[in-house]
């Protein structure tokens, strides 16, 4: 392992009896004497005094998914994605569904080594046109997913990254200019939630979501997973839909997934389909024009229509694109909220719909 694989985000501090690293990636930032691994696992002091990604170079495994899966709707529909992760999560989600991967306390389940320029190579022979950093958080395996992700770029292949967006403000600024997309989980809209049930804070997953947004060249759509009687209160959600509105955009997708009993939260019950539907209904009334439902079957939910004329423009059947109207259209350029970005325009009425479609 290079010793940049290890600077990248270590300092010092000089706490009695003897200095500690202090790993910068979230905004944790542990302080480890060597041999100590900070709260995500994965992430420790080695004897040179440095943080090391212990698990740089290995993974839980590899999967072809749909772009849709990650989810990204308007971020090259109908194409696959080469989906990896590695173990261990800076995040503590009480209802975390790859909970054997993010909670793992041991290298038994990462039994694929794979450098980066393999990675990339392998989704270019397979026909992806992307890499996806999924399963657990990409941040805490952040060296991997860079050094990847600028692998993939040299040969084409669009890096994107599925996180909570639990980061600390500099590795933000510097993850995200390595990622042509990202979808980030804003997991509700209330300090308390954060803290009860994920371990984390919403401000700063907040400030992650604006790093990313205004970062050229990056994607982003954004994901809140509705869990009966946390956060799926009207208040809670007006109050998050307007925060998008108002501090990254209403172009700016937002997908509403549905909650399923999982690790700590057996006893929840699932989220109704009409709960995602007002959710999606309350998104619309602030504003938002892109706002999708996932985890259930919903065409109207699953569409990106038009927020102009209502024209449907991209037709979903749960990951399968069975319409695109935008994606062999004509693509241009605009500067749109301090960054470049593509779109296409609805064939019906010529109106600008953000995101990658080609």
Same mark, same amino acid.
């Given at each position: 392992?290079?010793?940049?694989?290890?600077?990248?985000?270590?300092?010092?501090h000089p706490?009695?009896?003897?200095?500690?690293?202090?790993?910068?990636?979230?905004?944790?930032h542990?302080?480890?004497?060597?041999?100590?691994?900070?709260?995500c696992?994965? *992430?420790?002091?080695?004897?040179?005094?440095?943080?090391?990604?212990?698990?740089?170079?290995?993974?839980?495994?590899?999967?072809?998914?749909?772009i849709?899966?990650?989810?990204?709707?308007?971020?090259?529909?109908?194409?696959?994605?080469?989906?990896?992760?590695?173990?261990?999560?800076?995040?503590?989600c009480?209802?975390?569904q790859?909970?054997?991967?993010?909670?793992?306390?041991?290298?038994a389940?990462?039994?694929?080594?794979?450098?980066?320029?393999?990675?990339?190579?392998?989704?270019?022979?397979?026909?992806?046109?992307?890499?996806?950093f999924?399963?657990n958080?990409?941040?805490?395996?952040?060296?991997?997913?860079?050094?990847t992700?600028?692998?993939?770029?040299?040969?084409?292949?669009?890096?994107?990254?599925?996180?909570?967006?639990?980061?600390?403000?500099?590795?933000?600024?510097?993850?995200y200019?390595?990622?042509?997309?990202a979808n980030?989980?804003?997991k509700?809209?209330?300090?308390?939630?954060?803290?009860?049930?994920t371990?984390?804070?919403?401000?700063?997953?907040?400030?992650?979501?604006?790093?990313?947004?205004?970062?050229?060249?990056?994607?982003?759509e954004?994901?809140?997973?509705?869990?009966?009687?946390?956060?799926?209160?009207?208040?809670?959600?007006?109050?998050?839909?307007?925060?998008i509105?108002?501090?990254?955009? *209403?172009?700016?997708?937002l997908?509403?997934?549905?909650?399923?009993?999982d690790?700590?939260?057996?006893?929840?019950?699932?989220?109704?389909?009409?709960?995602?539907?007002?959710?999606r *209904?309350?998104?619309?009334?602030?504003?938002? *024009?892109?706002v999708?439902?996932?985890?259930v079957?919903?065409?109207?939910?699953?569409?990106?229509?038009?927020?102009a004329?209502?024209?449907?423009?991209?037709?979903?059947?749960?990951?399968?694109?069975?319409?695109d109207?935008?994606?062999?259209?004509?693509?241009?350029?605009?500067?749109?909220?301090?960054?470049?970005?593509?779109y296409?325009?609805?064939?019906?009425?010529?109106?600008?719909?953000?995101?990658v479609?080609?």
């Amino acid at each position: 392992m290079g010793s940049e694989m290890c600077l990248r985000y270590s300092s010092t501090h000089p706490t009695p009896p003897l200095p500690r690293a202090i790993c910068d990636v979230c905004p944790r930032h542990c302080r480890l004497a060597p041999g100590q691994r900070g709260a995500c696992f994965v *992430r420790s002091c080695h004897d040179d005094g440095l943080i090391h990604c212990d698990t740089y170079g290995v993974s839980s495994g590899f999967a072809i998914d749909p772009i849709e899966k990650k989810p990204l709707n308007h971020f090259l529909p109908g194409s696959t994605a080469l989906s990896f992760g590695t173990a261990g999560c800076n995040s503590a989600c009480r209802f975390c569904q790859n909970w054997e991967l993010s909670a793992a306390r041991s290298w038994a389940r990462l039994g694929s080594h794979a450098s980066p320029a393999d990675i990339a190579s392998a989704a270019a022979s397979r026909g992806a046109r992307s890499v996806a950093f999924t399963y657990n958080d990409p941040i805490v395996f952040a060296e991997y997913a860079i050094d990847t992700a600028d692998a993939c770029r040299e040969r084409g292949v669009h890096p994107v990254a599925v996180t909570a967006g639990y980061m600390a403000e500099r590795a933000a600024t510097d993850f995200y200019a390595h990622m042509d997309a990202a979808n980030i989980d804003l997991k509700g809209f209330d300090e308390g939630f954060y803290r009860r049930v994920t371990g984390t804070r919403l401000g700063d997953v907040l400030r992650t979501i604006e790093i990313a947004c205004a970062t050229p060249g990056c994607w982003v759509e954004l994901t809140t997973l509705l869990i009966p009687g946390f956060n799926d209160d009207a208040a809670q959600l007006h109050a998050e839909c307007a925060w998008i509105r108002d501090h990254v955009g *209403r172009d700016v997708p937002l997908h509403f997934s549905a909650f399923h009993p999982d690790f700590r939260m057996m006893d929840v019950p699932s989220t109704p389909p009409d709960t995602l539907a007002r959710a999606r *209904r309350i998104a619309m009334s602030e504003g938002l *024009r892109f706002v999708y439902t996932g985890n259930v079957r919903d065409a109207e939910g699953s569409t990106t229509f038009c927020p102009a004329c209502g024209e449907a423009l991209v037709v979903r059947d749960w990951f399968r694109v069975t319409l695109d109207r935008l994606s062999d259209g004509g693509i241009h350029g605009i500067l749109h909220d301090s960054a470049t970005v593509q779109y296409a325009r609805c064939p019906s009425c010529g109106e600008a719909i953000p995101g990658v479609w080609r």
